[in-house]
């Protein structure tokens, strides 16, 4: 994880993220914690970090979500030289898929 972000407030973030359990739960959670911007800009770049991953092009990802070719540009480079923490959510919601 980038250090410059590690303190006792993120790590407290994430604990609490950690402890949810259904969508429901979540979307009480962030209904709370985020704006409706903030929440939106978030699942925006998640999408648009998946279309990358299956190797989508920039026009299609434009087109069904929305964001600019400033955030995909910014979404790919964090997927290419980032922490990997999209892929290790991707290969999670697949595996979830396979168990469902």
Known sequence: MNEKLQDKNIDFLFQAVLTLRTPEECYKFFDDLCTVPELKAMSQRLAVAY??????????????????????????????????????????????????
């Open 51 to 100: 279309m990358l991953s299956k190797k989508q092009v920039y026009s299609d990802i434009v087109a069904e979500t929305g964001a600019s070719t400033a955030t995909i540009s910014r979404v790919n480079r964090a997927l290419n030289y980032g922490s990997d923490g999209y892929e290790l959510v991707f290969q999670r919601i697949e595996e979830g898929k396979k168990d469902s």
